[in-house]
């Protein structure tokens, strides 16, 4: 089969050695899937034993791709490696189950419950930003990368699990669970490019064995629990609709969805949340302070938009803000371009498909899109590798392909979490930009290109992001004074 496989493929253009093409410090991976766009163009097949993978970069090719039902099904060689911690939820299932996995969660996410979690995603930003301020007139360099993931973390924990209701035991299994989910892509990584460690028994020799089961163990048990205690509150007529904020959990328990699922089935959900908010949107804030410490001129313009918006006010952001702030969520969409946190994901053709610029799918082979490579394309976004925020302004992005641009993904599995992790994201960005001006480390990069990126289950900084802070708010105070002092 595999023989057969290889021959339908060899039509399609790709490096004849195959995966061996990408071989060697993964620092220098991006350089080589470049290189490969450049010299093979939008759809470049690789040989991957046992398989072919082909890439897809074109957006009308890519609308085939979102949309074929031959096109939707994950490779197991990939997710199954990824589920003792991912979960066995929607980022992993296939057919009909994730087609009524994914209609029973999709109302507690719906758009009002979001707007519900502005002020956690504000308290949150706020103690964050009372940590950074330890760091700013020093002039020390500082890695943010760690405090942006412990940000997102308690975010999800109070968000998605509990809407301040924990009981006093599960805090430190909360606290454990929060650790394990910001160093989770790292070791999920660890295990899928070592594919012989997909054997339990091979994978129990290697040096993040220990640290992956700890992870794994303290997941279950923390899920777990925390869902019992939530049953028993609502068994108990302790209904979470008394409180004033419900958490997903709480919206999940109480909808007609709620039979849908079992225990197991919610357990698995929550895991594949947490794991699939924590990693994304700590990459994404990572990228987007180490874009802005390097593009001056960006800031400032965010700054201003933030001045219009708040002006001298340290109120905390509320959710009828969120649509004035048009130029920062530019600049974030700018970032997802540049960094998507999820490079590449793949499908199994599970039939031949036939693809607008001419080449077949052929059945059996794994089809992969690689936004980092679509979002490159000269032709959609020109300069690509320059960061410019104003090509998501609306005059700008109004006819562009719907397909350029897939950081999330697209079709009936995009990203569930994309409205609730652009939300956090906004609300973290602005309060941080409020009152921090972000400068660049004096020895660290001076260009995009010189970023340094770790290509893990999604794509990191390698050192993170060293980054330098000065307070907005002592300048402003002291040009008021000086407008103060020419007024008298
Ligand atoms: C910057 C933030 C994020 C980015 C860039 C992102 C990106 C993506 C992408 C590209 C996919 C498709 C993956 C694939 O096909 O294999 C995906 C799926 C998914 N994401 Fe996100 N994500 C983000 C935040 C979130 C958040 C905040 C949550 C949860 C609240 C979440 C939960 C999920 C889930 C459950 C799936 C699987 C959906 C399905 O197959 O039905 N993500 N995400």
Known sequence: RTARLYWRCAAVPGPAVGVLRFAGPLD?????????????????????????????????????????????KKPPIVYDSLSPILGTGLATLNGETHRRHRKAISPSLHLDILKSFVPVFARNASTLCAQLDRHTGTGRTFNATPLLGSYSAQSICQTVFSAGDIPLDLMEEQERFCDCLIRSSEMLFHRVMRPWYSVDAIFKFSSKYQQYQDCVRGSESFVSKTLEHKIQLLESGESPTDSKRKSFLDHFLTSDEAHVLSKRDIIEELKTLSAGAVGTTM????????????????????????????????????????????????????????????????????????????????????????????HRN????????????????????????PFAFIPFSAGVRNCIGQRYGMMSAKVVASTILRQFRILPCPDGPKRLEDFKIMAGVTFGLKDGANVRLERR????????????????
């Open 28 to 72: 220098q991976l991006l350089g080589k899937v470049k290189q490969a766009a450049r010299e093979f163009g939008t759809v470049v097949r690789v040989y991957a034993p046992p398989t072919v993978c082909i890439f897809v970069s074109d957006p009308v090719d890519l609308e085939i791709v979102f949309s074929s039902p031959h096109l939707q």
């Open 473 to 488: 708010w002592v300048k402003s105070n002291a040009q008021q004074a000086r407008r103060g002092s020419c007024r008298g």
């Open 283 to 374: 990459d994404l804030l990572s990228f987007f302070l180490l874009s802005l410490s390097i593009s001056p001129d960006v800031q400032d313009k965010v700054a201003k938009e933030l001045d219009d918006v708040f002006g001298d006010s340290n109120r905390p952001v509320e959710e009828d803000d969120l649509p004035h702030l048009k130029y920062l969520e530019c600049a974030l969409k700018e970032t997802l371009r540049l960094f998507p946190p999820l490079f590449t994901f793949s499908r199994t053709v599970s039939r031949d498909v036939k693809l607008p610029s001419g080449p077949v799918l052929p059945e059996g082979s794994v089809v992969a899109v690689m936004p980092y490579i679509t």
């Open 378 to 401: 000269p032709q959609h976004f020109p300069d690509p590798e320059k960061f410019d925020p104003d090509r998501f302004l609306p005059e700008m992005s109004r006819e562009r392909h």
